[in-house]
C-alpha cells in the first residue's frame, strides 16, 4: 500500500499516478499513526480520485516526535570513510561494531519539491546524503529483531543533509559542536513522496538508491550492502528510547557524498534521490537567509556580519 500526505487529505495510490482521497479526518499520516493507525487507511472509504500531479504532496510525516540518524550504515561509505581517515594520517581509526546514531528535530522535515535552505550561520560545506527511511507504526520498546517489522509503518525517502563544517569541529574535539546540530537546521530533513508499506518488500531489503545534483549521478548502491538491517536497528534503537508511532529512523547514506570529493551544496542546485519501489525525492537549494544574530558566532568562530 503506497499512501501519501496531501492538501487534500491523506490519500492511497490505488493505481498509478492516481490518487484515492480516504475518508479520514487528517492531512498527515504522522498524525494517523498516533491515533487510530496504518489499518484505518487499509479500510477507509474512498471520497474521490484525483492525479496525482494534481495535487500538491507533503512529507509523509510533518512532524515526527524524533527522527534517529544511523551513520556508516553501508559498507561502501564504511570503507569510503576508512580511506578519508588514512588520508588525513588517522588510520588507527576503526569502525564502530554497532549501529551509530544520533537524534535529530522533526522541525527539520520538509516534503518533496520544497527548498532545503542553506543556514545563514553554516552556508559553506552543506551536503546531501540520500538514504532509505523508516517510519515507526506501534510503539517499539527493548523489542527482539524478530518482532521488529511489526511495529514498522513503512518506508519512505530521505535526504540526510548535514553542515559538515560544524561536523569537522566535532571531529577536531570543538566542545560546543554536535553531530545532531548539524543535521538538525530547517528543512534539512527532506521526506517522501510516500509511505510504503512493509508488506512491499523483502527481507533483508534490497532496493536500488541513487542520488542525482543537477542531474549527475553521485551515490548509486544497494540496501544489501547495508552493515545493519532495519530490523537489527530498530530492534536497537528501541532499547535505548520508547519508539513512538510517527518516528523516523535514517538507515545510512552509501558512498558518494559530497564531503569526499569536496562538492557541497550551492544555491539552485537540484538533489534528487531515487529508492527503487518507493519513488523520487526532488528538492531545490536555496540561498541562506538574511542572518538577524548580529554579534552570534559562526560555525567558523567568527562574529556573524
Known amino acids: 500500500m503506497r499512501l501519501y500526505s496531501t492538501a487534500l487529505g491523506i490519500a492511497r495510490e490505488d493505481s498509478p499516478g492516481e490518487l484515492s482521497l480516504l475518508d479520514l479526518p487528517f492531512t498527515d499520516l504522522g498524525a494517523l ?35 534517529l540518524i544511523v551513520g556508516l550504515n553501508y559498507r561502501s561509505h564504511a570503507a569510503e570513510a576508512l580511506e578519508m581517515f588514512a588520508a588525513m594520517g588517522r588510520p ?24 532545503i535552505r542553506l543556514p545563514a550561520v553554516a552556508a559553506g560545506q552543506v551536503d546531501y546524503e540520500g538514504e532509505v ?18 511495529h514498522l509503518a513503512g518506508l519512505t525517502v530521505a535526504n540526510d543533509v548535514s553542515a559538515r563544517d560544524i561536523q569537522q569541529r566535532v571531529m577536531s574535539g570543538d566542545p560546543t559542536a554536535s553531530i545532531g546540530v548539524s543535521k ?22 534490497d532496493l536500488r538508491l541513487r542520488t542525482l545534483v543537477n542531474g549527475e549521478v553521485r551515490q548509486d548502491d544497494r540496501t544489501a550492502g547495508f ?50 519501489g518507493i519513488g523520487a525525492l526532488r528538492n531545490r537549494v536555496a540561498a541562506a537567509p538574511v542572518a538577524t544574530n548580529a554579534g552570534l558566532p559562526t560555525s567558523a568562530g567568527r562574529p556573524a556580519p
Open 33 to 67: 499513526l498516533r491515533g487510530p493507525g496504518i489499518a484505518a487507511a487499509r479500510a477507509a472509504a474512498v471520497v474521490r480520485r484525483v492525479a496525482l500531479d494534481g495535487v500538491r504532496v507533503h512529507a509523509p510525516v510533518r512532524r515526527p516526535g524524533k527522527i
Open 184 to 205: 538538525s537546521f530547517d528543512t534539512f530533513k527532506p521526506l517522501g513522496p510516500c509511505l510504503v508499506t512493509p508488506d512491499e518488500f523483502d527481507e533483508p531489503l
Open 227 to 276: 552493515i545493519h538491517g532495519v530490523a537489527e536497528l530498530v530492534s536497537f534503537l528501541s532499547r535505548y528510547q520508547t519508539l513512538e508511532p510517527g518516528d523516523v529512523v535514517l538507515t545510512g547514506t552509501p558512498r558518494g557524498a559530497g564531503v569526499f570529493s569536496g562538492r557541497h551544496l550551492r544555491p539552485g542546485d537540484v538533489v534528487e534521490v531515487e529508492v527503487e
Open 133 to 150: 527511511a523508516v517510519v515507526i507504526g506501534r510503539s517499539a520498546t527493548a523489542v527482539h529483531a524478530a518482532e521488529a517489522v511489526g
Open 92 to 115: 588507527g581509526i576503526t569502525l564502530p561494531t554497532e549501529p551509530n546514531f544520533q537524534v535529530v528535530a522533526g522541525s527539520a522535515v520538509v516534503g518533496p519539491g520544497e527548498d
